[in-house]
């Protein structure tokens, strides 16, 4: 058994909720500082959020005291006891657990091995049966329900971001530190999910410290908030003693914090007009377990319009977003753009100027070795400017790639870093500066990260976080069981109406 509870050599793992410090912690990458001076105090036993902008050093910080990385300057108190963290393997024997923002699973392995491999202390014989009503009693005590046998590639992002929280509470963590765990969820799952963790603090057992966009999450279930700009611990605070006014002013420093995009989306709703860009018709798609994911499923976007379609991730929306950009095949129904048909084919996304923004751009749309300025080229690296007389111009790859950084706002130490080594919202602004370079006519945006200014862009479709749709789309069309039950314009749209209908309750 890997039960870190399990006394080792008579003596009992101490258990309960850690209290963490960090003092003057700075941290550099070269000449860059990503965090400087930052002192944070996190009480035992609380739910202590994270804020900040794209590229602030929220991820930063917490790999610091996930061991994940080393801080060049400051330290770590844990209990009161500096400590020094200098591999997960270590956070890991004083109960610290971190579910990453970008996914650890192994996508052979069934739900069943991933968490048993998160335990690092698998036996060499497994006995199956007994691990297996392990599992289904732990799962019990969690809200959470899933299939065991299910592989990762087979979940849509939000259950994938379940098992990844349950990896670590599986192990009974003393800190679990949440890298945006619910940008890929519904509210109704977030809730499910923040709730448990919540409980989890409350108990003693366990301390959270959570990096998150969103201010709802932070008021409804933080105790404390931290929030970061450029590096910098500037603002902390108790939730009960303040507001989302207060919080966002914080993160950007000024009394600027007003909703833009809110301004935009009536322009743009005016601006629509009524010749559909994007429709689609009786689209039916296979899922991956041979049943239909997407039936009968019908909806239209006007230009200039933003559709969102929210849902319950495991609905339909994977498989509706892989066949409309040519990643699964359609079993039934037609796609037009601009009254075009539309296969997805290369050729086509070139002439009817159609995007797509995939979810984990990291992994889907990046090579995460290649530079900034490279991955930038991944679409038109053998097409003048970048490419003449069949020679590479690197130099023109590198000035577009420094326009784009500045247009779109990428923080990246340079065109040259690879882009690994951007914070998540910024690896999508990268992708996103490729995608929809010049007049395009559809994006199609699967799960997008908090904080992307969609006004800036025409754009269209797709997210799984309610938080984002209400602040973005035009209008809303919910999904549940692959067809379309539910629509109602954005700007008089009811969470606890989509809610209702997300959770197939009418
Ligand atoms: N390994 C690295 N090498 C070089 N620069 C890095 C590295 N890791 C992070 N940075 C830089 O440090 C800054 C902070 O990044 P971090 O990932 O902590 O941001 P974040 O607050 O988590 O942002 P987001 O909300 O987009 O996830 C960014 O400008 C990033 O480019
Ligand atoms: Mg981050």
Avoid at 31 to 56: I, R, Y
Avoid at 403 to 416: L, S, V
């Amino acid at each position: 058994m890997n039960d870190p509870a399990t006394p080792i050599g008579g003596l009992p793992t101490p258990s309960g909720a850690l209290a963490l410090d960090t003092y003057d912690m700075g941290m550099r990458f070269g000449s860059f500082h990503a965090l400087q001076g930052v002192s944070m105090k996190v009480a035992p036993g609380t739910v202590h959020a994270l804020l900040g902008e794209n590229g602030a050093g929220k991820s930063t910080l917490v790999k610091c005291v996930a061991g994940f990385q080393r801080p060049t300057s400051g330290s770590i108190l844990i209990d009161g006891r500096e400590q020094a963290i200098p591999n997960p393997v270590v956070a890991r024997t004083l109960g610290i657990g971190m579910v990453y923002q970008h996914f650890t699973l192994a996508p052979g392995m069934t739900v069943a091995e991933n968490l048993l491999l998160a335990g690092g202390k698998t036996p060499a014989i497994i006995d199956w049966k007994q691990q297996r009503a392990d599992l289904a009693a732990f799962l019990k005590t969690t809200p959470f329900q899933l299939d065991l046998d299910a592989r990762p590639q087979e979940l849509a992002a939000g259950e994938k971001q379940k098992l990844e929280l349950l990896k670590q509470l599986y192990l009974k963590p003393r800190l679990l530190i949440l890298d945006e765990p619910t940008s890929v969820l519904t509210p109704q799952e977030a809730d499910e999910v923040l709730g448990h963790v919540r409980e989890f603090a409350r108990s003693g057992q366990c301390t959270v410290l959570i990096i998150t966009h969103k201010f709802r999450e932070v008021m409804a279930y933080a105790d404390d908030v931290t929030v970061l700009r450029r590096g910098q611990a500037v603002h902390h605070c108790a939730v009960a003693g303040t507001t989302p006014a207060l919080l966002a002013q914080a993160m950007v420093g000024d009394s600027t914090a007003a909703s833009e995009s809110t301004a935009g989306r009536a322009a743009g709703a005016t601006n629509a007009a009524a010749t559909a860009s994007l429709v689609v018709n009786g689209l039916k798609v296979m899922g991956d377990r041979g049943a239909l994911a997407v039936q009968d499923l019908s909806l239209a976007v006007a230009a200039g319009e933003i559709l969102g379609v929210a849902g319950v991730s495991g609905n339909g929306q994977r498989e509706l977003v892989e066949a409309l950009v040519g990643q699964r095949a359609r079993t039934a129904g037609s796609v037009q753009v601009q009254g075009q048909p539309y296969a997805a084919r290369r050729e086509e996304n070139h002439a009817l100027k159609v995007r797509s923004l995939p979810e984990e751009p990291l992994r889907n749309a990046c090579v995460g070795d290649l530079s900034v300025a490279e991955n930038m080229a991944l679409r038109d690296f053998d097409r003048p400017p970048l490419c003449s007389a069949g020679r590479l111009r690197f130099g023109h790859w590198r000035s577009r790639a420094r326009e784009w950084i500045t247009d779109y706002g990428i923080k990246t130490q340079g065109e040259n870093a690879p882009i690994r080594s951007l914070s998540g919202g910024n690896v999508q602004r990268a992708v996103l500066a490729r995608e929809p370079h010049g007049d395009i006519n559809v994006l199609i945006a699967a799960n997008p990260v908090f904080g992307l200014d969609f006004a800036a862009v025409k754009v269209l479709l797709i997210s799984e976080d309610l938080d984002e749709l209400l602040e973005l789309a035009d209008r809303i069309v919910v999904m549940s069981d692959g067809r379309i039950v539910f629509e109602t314009p954005g700007i008089s749209a009811d969470r606890q109406t989509i809610g209702a209908h997300m959770g197939g309750g009418h």
